[in-house]
């Protein structure tokens, strides 16, 4: 649910395309989004989630 808000913050915010990267720290998850993939802004607050040591993260894009 948090990179779905992350997606739709960006995509409100921002004009086409954008970059949008997810970044865990252990337990702590921040979300970014950039327009030339080199400068980085943090979107939002970085969540704490508690997950195990390896997690499988599936991406969906589409373009309209």
Known sequence: HKVVALNRLARRQHAPPRFLKLVRSGNS????????????????????????????????????
Do not use: K, N
């Open 29 to 64: 998850f921040s979300g970014y989004q950039s327009a030339d993939s080199v400068t980085w802004t943090q979107v939002g607050t970085t969540e704490t989630i508690s997950m195990t040591g390896t997690v499988y993260v599936g991406l969906v894009s589409c373009s309209i």
